[in-house]
C-alpha cells in the first residue's frame, strides 16, 4: 500500500496529479491483472498510442508504474507494470497515521557480497575497472575482492546471499519483494538463449523464471567504456513478491509459496539463492548486474512490508 499525506505534501499533489483523468485511471485498472506493453493498453483503451504513452509518463513520474523495455520483433517495447495494490491518502491531521501504517524495512545488497557459491565454466566478474578475477576459473570466486563485482556471470550453479532480517519483534509481516537485473550468460552473448533461472528463501524455492536470452544487441546503459561490445551487455528487471497467499513474478503467479512457508520471523537473516537447478530443463546460465553494469542502476534489493499491532493507537 503506497501511503500519502500532508507529512509528503510534493509527493501527494504529484500522485494526486496523476490519478486526475479517466485515461491514466484506466491505465492502471488494465494493469491489474497483468502487465501490458503501450500498444496492448492503446488497443484496450481505444486511444492513440501517443495519448497513452504520454499518460505513462505521468503515471512512471508518479511511481505509481514501472515500465521496462524489451525486446520484441521489431525493437523493442515498453513494457508497464503497477506498483500499488492500495493508495492511501491520509488528510485528518490529527490522525494522519492510520492504525496497521505498512511500514518498508528495505536492503541494498551488492551482487559482489554473497556468502556462497557454487560455479562452473563459463564464469567471472568484473566491475567498472576491469576483470576481478580470472575468467572461468569457479576458484577465484572465493577470493576475497569478489566484494568488488558490479557483474557476474556463471553457466552452471547458483549464487548465495545473506541479508540481514532487522524488523522490529512483533512485527507482522505482508509481503517480501526481491528485485534484480538478470539474464542467461551464453559464450560472448546469444539473444535466443533461454535459461531457467531459480530463486530460494531460505532454502524454499519460489519460482522459476526463463530468461530468454544473454542479451548484447546494443550496449548496457551503464557500462564502463572498457567493457567490450561483443559481451553481455543487459539484462531484465525481474521483481519477486511473496505474500500471504502466493508468490509472483512481474506480478504474475508463478508458484503457490507463501510467506508461512518461508519463516521470516525465526531468525535475524534472510538465506537468498540465485542459479539454475542440476536438472533444469534449459541450463543456460544466469548473468547478475550491479549498479555499474546492464541497464538498471541497482544492486539486488529486499523490500519487507510489515505492520505493528500498536501502530496508531496512541494518536
Same mark, same amino acid.
Given at each position: 500500500?503506497?501511503?500519502?499525506?500532508?507529512?509528503?505534501?510534493?509527493?501527494?499533489?504529484?500522485?494526486?496529479?496523476?490519478?486526475?483523468?479517466?485515461?491514466?485511471?484506466?491505465?492502471?485498472?488494465?494493469?491489474?491483472?497483468?502487465?501490458?506493453?503501450?500498444?496492448?493498453?492503446?488497443?484496450?483503451?481505444?486511444?492513440?498510442?501517443?495519448? +497513452? =504513452?504520454?499518460?505513462?509518463?505521468?503515471?512512471? *513520474?508518479?511511481?505509481? !508504474?514501472?515500465? /521496462?523495455?524489451? %525486446? &520484441? #520483433?521489431?525493437?523493442?517495447?515498453?513494457?508497464?507494470?503497477?506498483?500499488?495494490?492500495?493508495?492511501?491518502?491520509?488528510?485528518?491531521?490529527?490522525?494522519?497515521?492510520?492504525?496497521?501504517?505498512?511500514?518498508?524495512?528495505?536492503?541494498?545488497?551488492?551482487?559482489?557480497?554473497?556468502?556462497?557459491?557454487? +560455479? =562452473?565454466?563459463?564464469?567471472?566478474?568484473?566491475? *567498472?575497472?576491469?576483470? !576481478?578475477?580470472? /575468467?572461468?576459473? %569457479? &576458484? #577465484?570466486?572465493?577470493?576475497?575482492?569478489?566484494?568488488?563485482?558490479?557483474?557476474?556471470?556463471?553457466?552452471?550453479?547458483?549464487?548465495?546471499?545473506?541479508?540481514?532480517?532487522?524488523?522490529?519483534?512483533?512485527?507482522?509481516?505482508?509481503?517480501?519483494?526481491?528485485?534484480?537485473?538478470?539474464?542467461?550468460?551464453?559464450?560472448?552473448?546469444?539473444?535466443?538463449?533461454?535459461?531457467?533461472?531459480?530463486?530460494?528463501?531460505?532454502?524454499?524455492?519460489?519460482?522459476?523464471?526463463?530468461?530468454?536470452?544473454?542479451?548484447?544487441?546494443?550496449?548496457?546503459?551503464?557500462?564502463?567504456?572498457?567493457?567490450?561490445?561483443?559481451?553481455?551487455?543487459?539484462?531484465?528487471?525481474?521483481?519477486?513478491?511473496?505474500?500471504?497467499?502466493?508468490?509472483?513474478?512481474?506480478?504474475?503467479?508463478?508458484?503457490?509459496?507463501?510467506?508461512?512457508?518461508?519463516?521470516?520471523?525465526?531468525?535475524?537473516?534472510?538465506?537468498?539463492?540465485?542459479?539454475?537447478?542440476?536438472?533444469?530443463?534449459?541450463?543456460?546460465?544466469?548473468?547478475?548486474?550491479?549498479?555499474?553494469?546492464?541497464?538498471?542502476?541497482?544492486?539486488?534489493?529486499?523490500?519487507?512490508?510489515?505492520?505493528?499491532?500498536?501502530?496508531?493507537?496512541?494518536?
Amino acid at each position: 500500500m503506497l501511503e500519502l499525506g500532508f507529512n509528503d505534501p510534493e509527493r501527494l499533489v504529484t500522485v494526486a496529479h496523476a490519478l486526475s483523468t479517466r485515461s491514466r485511471v484506466d491505465i492502471l485498472r488494465l494493469l491489474n491483472s497483468k502487465n501490458l506493453n503501450v500498444i496492448e493498453i492503446a488497443e484496450k483503451l481505444k486511444l492513440p498510442v501517443s495519448t +497513452v =504513452a504520454s499518460n505513462i509518463k505521468v503515471l512512471e *513520474a508518479a511511481e505509481l !508504474i514501472n515500465t /521496462e523495455l524489451l %525486446p &520484441a #520483433s521489431r525493437g523493442a517495447m515498453k513494457v508497464c507494470s503497477r506498483n500499488y495494490d492500495d493508495v492511501h491518502f491520509a488528510l485528518n491531521l490529527k490522525n494522519s497515521v492510520p492504525k496497521g501504517i505498512t511500514h518498508v524495512y528495505e536492503v541494498d545488497m551488492p551482487i559482489g557480497h554473497y556468502s556462497d557459491c557454487e +560455479v =562452473a565454466p563459463t564464469c567471472g566478474m568484473a566491475n *567498472a575497472d576491469g576483470y !576481478i578475477i580470472k /575468467e572461468d576459473e %569457479p &576458484a #577465484s570466486f572465493y577470493h576475497p575482492k569478489h566484494v568488488n563485482a558490479q557483474i557476474i556471470w556463471l553457466r552452471k550453479g547458483y549464487l548465495e546471499y545473506l541479508l540481514p532480517m532487522d524488523v522490529p519483534a512483533g512485527a507482522r509481516i505482508q509481503s517480501l519483494e526481491l528485485s534484480m537485473e538478470m539474464c542467461s550468460e551464453a559464450p560472448n552473448y546469444d539473444q535466443n538463449w533461454p535459461s531457467n533461472i531459480s530463486v530460494w528463501v531460505n532454502g524454499v524455492e519460489i519460482g522459476m523464471w526463463t530468461s530468454p536470452g544473454d542479451f548484447g544487441d546494443r550496449r548496457g546503459k551503464l557500462n564502463p567504456n572498457w567493457w567490450y561490445d561483443w559481451a553481455t551487455q543487459y539484462g531484465f528487471l525481474k521483481t519477486w513478491r511473496v505474500d500471504h497467499e502466493k508468490t509472483t513474478l512481474d506480478m504474475e503467479k508463478v508458484s503457490g509459496v507463501t510467506l508461512d512457508e518461508l519463516n521470516l520471523s525465526e531468525s535475524p537473516k534472510l538465506r537468498l539463492r540465485i542459479g539454475i537447478k542440476p536438472d533444469a530443463v534449459n541450463q543456460g546460465g544466469l548473468n547478475l548486474f550491479g549498479r555499474q553494469f546492464g541497464d538498471h542502476e541497482q544492486n539486488i534489493i529486499m523490500q519487507v512490508k510489515y505492520t505493528m499491532d500498536q501502530d496508531g493507537e496512541n494518536l
